[in-house]
């Protein structure tokens, strides 16, 4: 058997699907190689970022965003203790070229090509959220947890 993810949280843009964003995490990974699938139950254009963390166990609250801009924000994700992790991450269904997130959050992962997206984290003891930058302004949907 493999790890089990539970979904921090999910958010979609639209009703048709197209610009859906998910969280998940495992807190008592297995360790070692292991193979994420995601089987989609509609047609999706995705992009899929895994990281993976040691010592976490439990997130406290998700944020979403959404909008069309060149600033994809996760919103405020609310911490209780000193320490902790926040992770955001955007999606948007078309290139986006480069992308930054602003300072105090680290990009870990980004995606460019006929959809984009990055992923971002940062060690905190205050509440915040990831805010990303963009190249144009295209429909986007953030997560942050």
Do not use: K
């Amino acid at each position: 058997m493999g790890n089990t993810y539970t979904q921090a949280g999910s958010y979609s843009r639209d009703s048709s699907g197209e610009i859906t964003i998910s969280l998940w995490y495992c807190l008592s990974s297995l360790g070692g190689a292991c193979t994420v699938t995601v089987t989609p139950s509609v047609s999706a254009r995705m992009v899929l970022m895994a990281h993976e963390y040691s010592g976490l166990t439990a997130f406290d609250s998700t944020s979403t965003g959404t909008g069309t801009s060149t600033n994809p924000a996760t919103g405020s994700v609310t911490v209780t203790g000193n320490d902790e992790l926040v992770v955001g991450g955007f999606f948007r269904p078309s290139s986006s070229g480069a992308t930054t997130v602003a300072s105090p959050f680290t990009i870990r992962l980004t995606s460019a090509g006929t959809v984009s997206g990055a992923s971002a984290d940062n060690t905190r003891a205050s509440s915040g959220g990831a805010t990303f930058t963009t190249v144009g302004g295209v429909t986007w949907a953030a997560i942050g947890a």
